[in-house]
């Protein structure tokens, strides 16, 4: 009894195998909780594949995701990727098949900054220079006039660089939405999609 239940479910089991392998279509896409492709499948991770070898992925896929497509092709790579539908919706972008772009993480430049402010510095010590140049604002001894408000460019003098105080340390941010990851894999077999 032992035998024939072991038999059974061997039978069942790669009877199973080879249905699964049929079920999908050449070339589809899917995301599995696990660490490995299954047979049949590949890992979406920019691979060269031989064209001899994958004739028929390759007659889907052509050269859309690179490779020189006479002796190879390249596979989809969803590695650090998001995946979008391609086409144009109302007010966005036209994308197209195999199209890539955006960046994990982006330095802002002071163009694309929001308007904000710094603080001017100054001290409490006692003033000791005659004028601003490479000084800070100062407290006086005596009541006398310490601000102008003149508009001349020639009336004009550098301040001390650290009298505003830095701000930013003009690293990259991360600018990745909110995601979990999963094994994003291509059928390498199966059904040859046919155009409806």
Known sequence: MKLITSTLLVLVGSLSA??????????QI???????APQGWHDCDGSLLQISQNTALFSLLGTTYGGNGM???ALPNAQGRVIIDDGQGA????YYIGQTGGT????????????HTHQLMGTAEVANQNKPNAAYPAKTKTLD??????????????MKS????A????QAHENRMPSLALKCIIAMQGVFPARP
């Open 145 to 158: 006039k310490e601000y102008s408000t003149s508009t001349l460019a020639a009336d004009e003098v550098i």
């Open 104 to 115: 994990e993480s982006v330095t802002l430049s002071i163009a694309e900054m929001p308007t």
């Open 18 to 27: 080879k249905l699964s392998a049929q079920n999908q279509f050449i070339g």
């Open 162 to 165: 650290t009298a505003v105080s």
């Open 91 to 94: 007010g966005l972008s036209d």
């Open 71 to 73: 002796t190879n092709f």
């Open 167 to 170: 701000v930013g340390g003009n």
């Open 30 to 36: 899917m995301f599995v909780p696990y660490n490995f």
